[in-house]
């Protein structure tokens, strides 16, 4: 708040009432308070909502945006829920610590058909102008899920987006039935006894602690299998340090035995059906929903299999100086873990940690200086190109 006085030089001025500084000076009183009236009147003009575009002052909601509003939410509702094949082909769609992700934009657009108005949903909307500005000719398959999950629509129109993305899910379809005959013809091959051996020690291990959550042969071969199907069915998707099937698929029951052992996964759960029925977690699938765990399950396995590994990776960093350019992953459960990129700013060796200024991976794939800072343990950076230039 201000109020107008005169200053033993014989200026009226204008002061802040709350700390006294001086705002402004005046020759006269009369001159003083008009100035003060003005500052009032600017103070309680509300501001521009520079929506839909720069200098426009139309209330944010997507009536008024340029861009329609995807009219069947069911459609990309079931998409996110059945078809995690095809929700994933858009990518999450940004990096944090600037960007929102595509599972982001979709339940900010649940919130909003709610009937949320939320300072949080609102600036989502004018977020969402911002993307379809981008995105609205992106026609092809990615670009018709990236712009569904944010509630919009192509240049195409809706009947071209739909029929894009059904197109793609008889490509799914046909996909999963040949997972779910590969996965049968797997349950149906008996391991070998040195497979069988191991993975009777390790139920036999967990049980003789007396665990709350108790592990059986057919549990642990059913999980075995399912990893073994999930290594055959993508190997592009499998990292180097990952040798073989068979370690693929351990890693599988090792993270299964975690589960049981902790009543939690350690990041998305997976083989729920497998279960005993007292378990927080336990569940019954149908065969569809096992086909789609098998899908996803090349993300999971990966992790635990970096679990298990006793070696590091020889990418790792071990040592990192001011000014290199590193990467490292920060969970963000239930999705898979994000990449994130920095400048490294310090370095402490004696507690061997680096931090970094976080630089933002946009959209197109440049990158953009935050004002954000991260410490990391030096061990889980990676040295990367600079991504300056």
Same mark, same amino acid.
């Given at each position: 708040?201000?109020?107008?006085?005169?200053?033993?030089?014989?200026?009226?001025?204008?002061?802040?009432?709350?700390?006294?500084?001086?705002?402004?000076?005046?020759?006269?009183?009369?001159?003083?308070?008009?100035?003060? *009236?003005?500052?009032?009147?600017?103070?309680?003009?509300?501001?521009?909502?520079?929506?839909?575009?720069?200098?426009?002052?139309?209330?944010?909601?997507?009536?008024?945006?340029?861009?329609?509003?995807?009219? *069947?939410?069911?459609?990309?509702?079931?998409?996110?829920?059945?078809?995690?094949?095809?929700?994933? #082909?858009?990518?999450?769609?940004?990096?944090?610590?600037?960007?929102?992700?595509?599972?982001?934009?979709?339940? #900010?657009?649940?919130?909003?058909?709610?009937? *949320?108005?939320?300072?949080?949903?609102?600036?989502?909307?004018?977020?969402?102008?911002?993307?379809?500005?981008?995105?609205?000719?992106?026609?092809? +398959?990615?670009?018709?899920?990236?712009?569904?999950?944010?509630?919009?629509?192509?240049?195409?129109?809706?009947?071209?987006?739909?029929?894009?993305?059904?197109?793609?899910?008889?490509?799914?379809?046909?996909?999963?039935?040949?997972?779910?005959?590969?996965?049968?013809?797997?349950?149906?091959?008996?391991?070998?006894?040195?497979?069988?051996?191991?993975?009777?020690?390790?139920?036999?291990?967990?049980?003789?602690?007396?665990?709350?959550?108790?592990?059986?042969?057919? /549990? +642990?071969?059913?999980?075995?299998? #399912?990893?073994?199907?999930?290594?055959?069915?993508?190997?592009?998707?499998?990292?180097?340090?990952?040798?073989?099937?068979?370690?693929?698929?351990? @890693?599988?029951?090792?993270?299964? +035995?975690?589960?049981?052992?902790?009543?939690?996964?350690?990041?998305?759960?997976?083989?729920?059906?497998? +279960?005993?029925?007292?378990?927080?977690?336990?569940?019954?699938?149908?065969?569809?929903?096992?086909?789609?765990?098998?899908?996803?399950?090349?993300?999971?396995?990966?992790?635990?299999?970096?679990?298990?590994?006793?070696? &590091?990776?020889?990418?790792?960093?071990?040592?990192?100086?001011?000014? *290199?350019?590193?990467?490292?992953?920060?969970?963000?459960?239930?999705?898979?873990?994000?990449?994130?990129?920095?400048?490294?700013?310090?370095?402490?060796?004696?507690?061997?940690? @680096?931090?970094? /200024?976080?630089? &933002?991976?946009?959209?197109?794939?440049?990158?953009?200086?935050?004002?954000?800072?991260?410490?990391?343990?030096?061990?889980?950076?990676?040295?990367?190109?600079?991504?300056?230039?």
């Amino acid at each position: 708040m201000q109020y107008v006085a005169q200053m033993p030089q014989c200026d009226w001025c204008i002061l802040d009432h709350e700390n006294n500084d001086v705002i402004e000076c005046y020759d006269d009183e009369s001159e003083a308070r008009s100035a003060l *009236d003005r500052m009032k009147k600017s103070e309680k003009a509300p501001k521009a909502t520079n929506f839909p575009r720069s200098g426009d002052n139309q209330t944010i909601s997507i009536s008024n945006s340029q861009h329609k509003q995807f009219p *069947d939410y069911n459609y990309v509702k079931n998409l996110k829920e059945d078809w995690p094949e095809i929700w994933r #082909r858009a990518g999450t769609g940004g990096n944090p610590p600037t960007s929102f992700t595509g599972n982001d934009a979709f339940n #900010r657009w649940t919130k909003y058909r709610s009937g *949320d108005r939320s300072e949080s949903v609102l600036n989502w909307v004018k977020r969402r102008e911002r993307f379809m500005n981008r995105h609205a000719g992106n026609t092809r +398959l990615n670009g018709s899920i990236a712009v569904m999950k944010w509630g919009g629509v192509t240049k195409s129109g809706v009947p071209a987006m739909k029929k894009v993305v059904n197109e793609y899910k008889k490509v799914i379809r046909e996909r999963r039935k040949i997972q779910e005959e590969l996965l049968s013809e797997i349950e149906g091959k008996a391991l070998s006894q040195a497979v069988r051996d191991s993975l009777k020690k390790k139920a036999d291990e967990h049980n003789a602690k007396d665990p709350k959550y108790r592990a059986t042969l057919r /549990m +642990l071969t059913a999980s075995y299998n #399912r990893g073994l199907a999930a290594y055959q069915n993508n190997p592009g998707s499998v990292r180097g340090n990952v040798s073989s099937p068979q370690q693929w698929a351990m @890693a599988r029951v090792n993270g299964l +035995l975690r589960a049981l052992r902790t009543g939690k996964f350690k990041r998305k759960p997976y083989d729920t059906d497998l +279960l005993p029925s007292n378990h927080p977690l336990s569940s019954k699938k149908n065969a569809e929903s096992i086909i789609q765990e098998i899908n996803v399950s090349t993300e999971e396995a990966e992790v635990q299999a970096e679990v298990e590994m006793n070696s &590091a990776r020889s990418e790792k960093a071990d040592s990192v100086k001011v000014g *290199d350019p590193v990467s490292w992953s920060i969970n963000k459960d239930p999705d898979p873990p994000s990449t994130v990129h920095g400048i490294v700013t310090s370095v402490n060796n004696n507690k061997k940690e @680096a931090t970094m /200024m976080v630089w &933002a991976i946009m959209e197109d794939g440049s990158h953009k200086k935050t004002d954000r800072s991260v410490t990391q343990p030096i061990s889980k950076l990676r040295k990367i190109k600079d991504f300056r230039n």
